[in-house]
């Protein structure tokens, strides 16, 4: 999802061998880093150093979202910003950030192709220099591209992710989600208490898109691992997070090479086989897009699980109203959508622009909080109160823009599956101790801790 991998091998640095076929494999370059863009395949805008990334006392002018406090509280941060007449916080971390909060700058920002590039989609202490794969194409197409390749990059992601080819995992995905109660074990009512998050959120989109891609299942703590790296050690040291991508890295090559040897039909076996203006995809476009699947396709729909559930717990009148009208989760589904949207996305100014008197510099980050879009009162009529037949919700849960998620129709499923099948088994249920929520782009709880009740 991003192309700014300290010492890895970025994108551009990664060759197919001359005597090979374009997916035989990669040859390993070392990236060549420095403090700016030229000349290299990542770039420190300010030398690195933990104490950066301490505790925030401003969150107008030091936000830092992979601060634990925010996650756990950001509908009140978002608030109190807002209410502040705050429309863009800013921090000095990260190399410089920028973060729109309200609907109209982050849709402004999410449209805005021009002045706003999508080369990388995560925040990191580092960017991408001109020896990384530039603008158009990322190191992860199509959600690290521009236009025009961008269009081209999405159309051939469009036929594997329509609803036809989605609804048929329906029964795949419910009987996953009994096996998943089941080894929960015996449970005594008013005593017993499980973890949603760990036990069960996390596994389900986990499950889906390995097997989606023909990946083997027991790599299924792996992926979660990968997804630890991309999204949440974002402010770790740059070396150490370099290592843990190469290992991703090293993982999507051996499953190319495994799906060329033993060709099958699967979403690896696909991004093989379909063309591009009559070519097959080069192998950095491959992995790259891989890489996007597995990582987008998992933290995404177990934080929207994890997070619905979280509510569930403490609502009774929602989870009866779900249990006596099963009709009510068509809107309760957008709703659980609209309120605990997971997903923040990020760009890079492409030129300096004063935004809404904000004088952003080209290379300045720009976080792009889709979920506090879907809170702002200017957009929704009692935008903090989770309504459970909201009927108006048009909201920005799966982005806005030319990214929006292609994997819409898959995480719906998910959602709407796993919440059906845990109230099936679980219709009575409480908070059970303190979550732990992730930090960084993706929101949801990482532990979920909930005491069964009796029916």
């Known amino acids: 999802m991003t192309d700014t991998r300290p010492d890895t091998t970025p994108d551009a640095s990664v060759a197919p061998d001359a005597e090979s076929t374009p997916h035989d494999g990669y040859v390993y370059v070392p990236p060549v880093r420095g403090d700016s863009p030229e000349g290299t395949h990542v770039w420190d805008r300010v030398p690195y150093d933990p104490a950066h990334y301490g505790p925030v006392e401003d969150w107008a002018t030091d936000l830092d979202h992979a601060n634990p406090e925010y996650n756990r509280r950001a509908p009140e941060i978002w608030k109190e910003l807002r209410e502040s007449g705050c429309p863009v916080a800013r921090s000095d971390r990260y190399g410089g950030m920028w973060a729109p909060i309200t609907h109209d700058t982050v849709n402004e920002v999410a449209y805005d192709t021009d002045h706003f590039t999508s080369r990388s989609v995560v925040v990191s202490t580092t960017r991408p220099g001109d020896m990384a794969l530039p603008a158009p194409i990322g190191g992860a197409p199509p959600i690290t591209s521009d236009p025009p390749f961008h269009g081209m990059a999405r159309r051939l992601l469009l036929p594997p992710f329509a609803p036809k080819q989605i609804e048929p995992w329906e029964d795949d995905v419910r009987r996953l989600c009994g096996e998943l109660l089941d080894e929960m074990g015996e449970i005594t009512p008013g005593e017993t208490v499980v973890d949603a998050a760990v036990q069960y959120a996390q596994h389900i989109p986990v499950s889906v898109i390995g097997?989606?891609?023909?990946?083997?299942?027991?790599?299924?703590?792996?992926?979660?691992?990968?997804?630890?790296?991309?999204?949440?050690?974002?402010?770790?040291?740059?070396?150490?997070?370099?290592?843990?991508?190469?290992?991703?890295e090293e993982y999507?090559?051996?499953q190319v090479r495994d799906h060329i040897d033993d060709p099958r039909d699967d979403l690896?076996?696909?991004?093989?086989?379909?063309?591009?203006?009559?070519?097959?995809?080069?192998?950095e476009h491959v992995r790259g897009t891989i890489i996007l699947l597995l990582v987008a396709g998992i933290d995404t729909t177990w934080s929207a699980i994890g997070s619905s559930l979280w509510h569930l717990a403490q609502t009774p009148a929602d989870r009866a109203r779900l249990l006596d009208d099963p009709e009510v989760m068509t809107f309760a589904l957008e709703e659980f959508l609209r309120a605990y949207a997971p997903v923040t996305m990020a760009r890079l100014v492409a030129e300096d622009i004063d935004f809404h008197g904000c004088p952003m510099k080209r290379d300045d980050w720009v976080l792009l909080p889709f979920p506090a879009a879907n809170r702002d009162p200017k957009q929704f009529e009692d935008a903090d109160t989770f309504v459970i037949d909201r009927?108006?919700?048009?909201?920005?849960?799966?982005?806005?823009?030319?990214?929006?998620?292609?994997?819409?129709?898959?995480?719906?499923?998910?959602?709407?599956?796993?919440?059906?099948?845990?109230?099936?088994?679980?219709?009575?249920?409480?908070?059970?101790?303190?979550?732990?929520w992730s930090v960084g782009q993706v929101r949801g709880p990482r532990e979920l801790p909930v005491r069964i009740l009796v029916d």
Do not use: W
């Open 391 to 436: 009927e108006a919700n048009r909201h920005s849960a799966f982005g806005l823009g030319i990214h929006r998620c292609l994997g819409s129709n898959l995480a719906r499923l998910e959602l709407r599956v796993a919440i059906e099948e845990f109230l099936r088994r679980f219709p009575n249920f409480e908070l059970a101790g303190d979550v732990r």
């Open 211 to 248: 097997r989606m891609l023909g990946f083997p299942a027991a790599d299924d703590e792996l992926f979660r691992e990968f997804v630890h790296t991309v999204l949440e050690r974002i402010n770790d040291e740059p070396e150490q997070r370099g290592q843990a991508f190469r290992k991703l």
């Open 268 to 283: 690896t076996g696909y991004l093989l086989e379909v063309e591009m203006d009559g070519s097959k995809l080069a192998p």
């Open 252 to 254: 999507i090559d051996a």
